[in-house]
């Protein structure tokens, strides 16, 4: 199902692109991918782009990211999302990359943030590890990364932003603790075997529970070494209605972020100020 849903917005109204890739173990062809589609969004107006968890490399060897982990602030994966945010004026979510971590042998699964001006925003590492058991198909994200500890939000040109990653969608105790937010942005690599249960409920759950916009950027398809992730890149209203959704296969998603479609549904209903709990 590929959908698309455009209501009209009001004038103070933020477009918005999610990157669908299907990365493989060649950095260069996948930066090349990245980079065209960008482009792609920014043409389409978008003011705020995101790209997918691992865009830069997805490979069977799951120490290769170990091997093109950067320095917070130099490396050729930082060039490259510094100078696209340039290149196209926009603000571009970096998906993650992989950068040194204090434990020898991993990385932190990192995403970055950069203004249109080249400036980088706010960086948050993923928090919560995926490990997965089913048959032969397995996953421990723990061996070669190491877990951040703080949660991240920024002000960008569509309101306050909250940064997730891929598995930290199941955790929703995340999404409180970042306030009142606009929009929440959350690549993915999800597998194919949990994302066609778990991805769109989960997704929509987060945008009702929070009463805003959620953007998931995903890796879609089969991968040169044979790994399928599920894709499903969508947009999400904070009535949890979807805006946009591409099943698979390299390509953008876009949407307008409307901030009274926000107030309206927080006046509508003020579940967010009738939490006990509220902190």
């Known amino acids: ?6 209501p009209d917005p009001s004038p103070g109204a933020c477009r918005i692109a999610a990157i669908q890739t299907v990365s493989g173990p060649d950095v260069a062809e996948n930066l090349r991918v990245a980079g065209a589609l960008v482009a792609e969004a920014a043409a389409d107006g978008a003011q705020l782009v995101a790209l997918p968890e691992y865009f830069p490399l997805i490979t069977p ?5 170990v091997a093109i982990r950067e320095t917070e602030g130099h490396g050729p994966l930082q060039d490259f999302l510094r100078e696209a945010a340039v290149r196209h004026r926009v603000w571009l979510v970096g998906g993650t990359i992989p950068l040194v971590a204090d434990a020898d042998g991993k990385v932190r699964n990192s995403m970055l943030v950069y203004d249109p001006g080249g400036k980088q925003v706010a960086r ?11 048959g032969s198909e397995q996953y ?3 061996a070669t990364i190491e877990a951040g500890h703080e949660v991240v939000t920024f002000d960008g040109p569509c309101g306050r932003v909250g940064l ?5 969608l199941r955790f929703p105790e995340l999404f409180r603790a970042m306030g009142k937010v606009d929009l929440i942005v959350l690549p993915a690599a999800f597998t194919w075997t949990t994302g066609r249960d778990h991805w769109e409920v989960l997704l929509r759950a987060r ?3 929070n009463q805003c916009y959620v953007m998931a950027p995903a890796q879609g398809g089969r991968h040169p070494g044979g790994r399928v992730t599920w894709g499903h890149s969508l947009i999400v209203d904070p009535w949890g209605e979807v805006l946009a959704c591409r099943d698979e296969g390299p390509g953008v998603v876009a949407a307008d972020l409307d901030p009274e479609r926000i107030a309206a549904v927080r006046e509508s209903l003020p579940a967010l100020r009738h939490r006990c709990l509220a902190t």
């Open 1 to 6: 199902m590929n959908v698309s849903v455009s």
């Open 61 to 65: 060897d799951e120490t290769a990211k």
């Open 124 to 134: 948050y590492d993923k928090i919560h590890l995926f490990g997965f058991r089913k």
């Open 140 to 142: 421990d994200e723990a």
């Open 164 to 168: 997730s990653v891929c598995y930290d």
């Open 207 to 209: 945008a009702i529970e």
